[in-house]
């Protein structure tokens, strides 16, 4: 939902001719995200605030073998309900005035809102339960485990469409990548085995949506639907006919361990999501790091962006446009399918059919709401990981949401982040528009 108004830019008087007309400038006002803010905040008056149990939540952050100790925190449910329905009310009125003035709403605003919102319903819903004491630092830990391959996924968007392509097959570029990964590491016994199939099984993805949209001008959506289509049936099929006759052969790859860092993983909350990863976990840090760099620090990342905004005036000054395309497009799906090993090798001990359940889809939504940003979508990544963490920690807890509502958590987070929260966004202007060098 959005508004246009004129206004004027400028008085552009002289005093020796008079008044001169002045120059006028539109602004798009987008109303989605004040609207949103203010049902969400009629919900926290409502439940959190109005319907909380009286009871207190205790979090728990560090345990007795971690070096610094923190005492519990222990949150009544009433005075925090209203706490933070008032904080919600206050960047309501922000989010309308900053509207008004500017036509959006500020990204650091709607992270801020959410944050909030979502400490406000941990608080209510564990008070709800009136269990003992919820472990804080594993709910976080948890997330950063859930939410690694669609940070790795979201991170193929980023490069993907910085360039100008649009990656909506990262959906089947991680399910290639765990299928590999759990077929390669089975029969050969090498978990290394398993991680470079899936890189190649995921670049392989890209190749064909490359080849297509690049080259024979294909609409880059169609071929990214079709692509996931295809890689979820022909792993279904190799599933059923290959994997499940033998699966002690073909579908029981080994493990990467976790690599604990003596003193500095026993350091609360931040120690078990640094220092205690997987390869796979420590490189997705890395991965971050280095996009985020190499695209807003380096002549090769401005190039890209170049491409990706205006190409024909990139290639105007000698950048070659389709080899920039594609082997973004490429890098993109040798990263995904890294995430897509993450399911075989790390986080499940098989492969089992569309296993990847649709975080392809939610990883390209943390692309929109990290604004196309390396660092935003790994942020967007953690909150929807951690909604998919909340729904098995409260499911176990026995909250009173129902059952229903906790497993479609994590996709009711991402429609309300990309419909209500994520206000104004523009990603590169090319994007999705295919290339003729004439």
């Known amino acids: 939902m959005s508004t246009t108004v004129t206004v004027p830019s400028g008085s552009g008087a002289s005093p020796a001719a008079g008044p001169a007309p002045q120059p006028q400038r539109e602004i798009v006002r987008h109303w989605a995200t004040p609207i949103t803010f203010a049902v969400l905040t009629v919900i926290s008056l ?62 650091w605003g709607s992270a801020a809102f959410a944050v ?16 003992t004491t919820v472990f804080l630092t594993g709910l976080i830990a948890g997330a950063f485990v859930l939410a690694v391959p669609l940070i790795f996924g979201s991170m193929a968007g980023v490069l993907s ?46 190749a064909l949506l490359a080849v297509f949209s690049i080259r024979y001008l294909v609409n880059q959506v169609i071929v990214g639907v079709v692509l996931n289509v295809l890689v979820a049936g022909l792993t279904s099929f190799l599933f059923s006919t290959l994997l499940s006759s033998d699966s002690s052969r073909f579908n029981s790859p080994p493990h990467f361990e976790s690599i604990r860092i003596p003193v500095l993983a026993d350091i609360p909350v931040i120690g078990p999501i640094l220092f205690d990863q997987t390869v796979l976990g420590y490189g997705m840090y890395l991965i971050v790091a280095a996009l985020y760099v190499g695209l807003f620090r380096t002549r090769w990342g401005l190039r890209v962006r170049a491409v990706g905004e205006h190409p024909k005036a990139a290639d105007t000054v000698g950048i070659n446009v389709l080899r920039t395309r594609y082997v973004n497009v490429l890098l993109a799906g040798a990263i995904a399918g890294m995430g897509g090993a993450f399911f075989t090798l790390v986080n499940s001990s098989s492969f089992s059919k569309e296993m990847t359940a649709g975080q392809g889809f939610i990883a390209l939504a943390a692309v929109i709401f990290g604004r196309w940003n390396p660092i935003g979508a790994f942020f967007a990544a953690l ?56």
């Open 116 to 131: 909030l919102f979502v400490a406000g319903f941990l608080v209510w819903v564990v008070g709800a339960a009136n269990t």
């Open 161 to 206: 469409e910085r360039a100008g392509v649009v990656n909506i097959a990262i959906e089947g570029q991680l399910l290639a990548g765990a299928f590999t990964a759990a077929v390669t590491g089975s029969v050969t016994g090498s978990v290394w085995a398993g991680l470079l199939a899936a890189v190649v099984a995921g670049a392989l993805v890209s």
């Open 383 to 438: 909150l929807f990981g951690f909604a998919t963490n909340m729904q098995f920690v409260l499911a176990i807890l026995g909250t009173p949401v129902p059952s229903q509502f906790m497993a479609m958590l994590p996709y009711l987070v991402t429609i309300l982040v990309v419909a209500g929260l994520v206000g104004r966004s523009r990603g590169p202007a090319a994007a999705g528009t295919p290339y003729v060098k004439e």
């Open 46 to 107: 409502l439940v959190f605030a109005l319907g909380a149990s009286g009871e207190s939540a205790t979090f728990r952050i560090s345990t007795e073998a971690d070096a610094v100790q923190i005492p519990d925190i222990v949150a009544p449910t009433v005075p925090v309900g209203w706490i933070i329905t008032l904080l919600l009310a206050a960047l309501t009125v922000w989010g309308l005035l900053s509207v008004r003035r500017r036509g959006t709403v500020p990204g």
